[in-house]
């Protein structure tokens, strides 16, 4: 099965952040912004942004005399001892400040063995979760979900996925035709969020992006309940900037 996503932002942004922790893991003694901008040749604007993220984050720390030094969280997960679960709470941690930051549940999704996997979520009173009346694994033609993880597979590994799993009608938004469906998904641009508006459930609408670039694919969603569809465009761009965290974790 050949794949057909590109990179998309939050994939550079994570790649450039990997280049300032790896430079600032290797100057224990510490490293000054400016030398890390001589370093890295990354621009000021993007550096600033960028030490911003890992310091939020907990990769990098700032010391009294200015100079960032190697943070908690990466050192947590640069030990051997208990990496998997410093790798999941690092992971829950970024998804639960996702949620809160978009204001909406949030997903982070897997297509493995030819199935589509929720593998992590944050939900809350204020931000619930979809009702997940029909198997996600079974509806990947209706949810952005499912649908922004097929738009990175190429046209056999997609109309493989449909000859497995039938499109059944959801609601009467959901699309039924294989021939329309491939159509769209063909033609939605990589970095552009994939929408569900009711397609799997009345009463919820979904935004994904894609979160891998590779091998392997993956997205994060959120969803809304419909009387907020409002803010769904918004939220989908919010969720897209806010993806790199997510992504540096897994690449770590």
Same mark, same amino acid.
């Given at each position: ?22 430079t600032?893991?290797g ?46 969280a990466?050192?947590?997960l ?17 998804l ?56 990175q597979?190429?046209? &056999? ?73 409002h ?8 969720? &897209? ?12």
């Amino acid at each position: 099965m050949a794949l057909t996503h590109e990179p998309t932002a939050p994939y550079h942004s994570a790649q450039d952040a990997l280049r300032l922790l790896e430079t600032v893991a290797g100057r224990p003694a510490g490293v000054t912004d400016a030398e890390l901008a001589r370093e890295t040749g990354l621009g000021t604007q993007r550096l600033t942004s960028l030490l911003r993220m890992l310091r939020r984050e907990g990769y990098v720390e700032q010391a009294g005399d200015g100079a960032y030094v190697a943070g908690a969280a990466l050192g947590r997960l640069g030990s051997a001892h208990g990496r998997e679960q410093a790798l999941g709470e690092k992971l829950q941690q970024s998804l639960d400040r996702l949620r809160d930051s978009v204001g909406a549940a949030i997903y982070m999704s897997r297509y493995i063995d030819g199935e589509v996997q929720v593998t992590r979520h944050a939900e809350s009173p204020a931000a619930p979760a979809v009702h997940e009346w029909v198997d996600f694994r079974s509806s990947a033609h209706a949810s952005a979900v499912g649908k922004s993880l097929l738009g990175q597979l190429d046209l &056999n590994g997609r109309r493989d996925h449909l000859a497995r799993h039938k499109m059944a009608r959801l609601t009467s938004r959901t699309i039924t035709s294989e021939k329309v469906l491939l159509s769209r998904l063909d033609a939605h641009p990589p970095t552009v969020p994939v929408l569900d508006l009711q397609e799997y459930a009345v009463g919820t609408v979904c935004a994904a992006v894609p979160i891998t670039a590779g091998s392997s694919v993956g997205c994060l969603a959120l969803s809304l309940p419909v009387e907020h569809a409002h803010r769904l465009r918004q939220a989908a761009e919010r969720l &897209n900037r806010g993806a790199a965290p997510v992504l540096l974790s897994l690449a770590i």
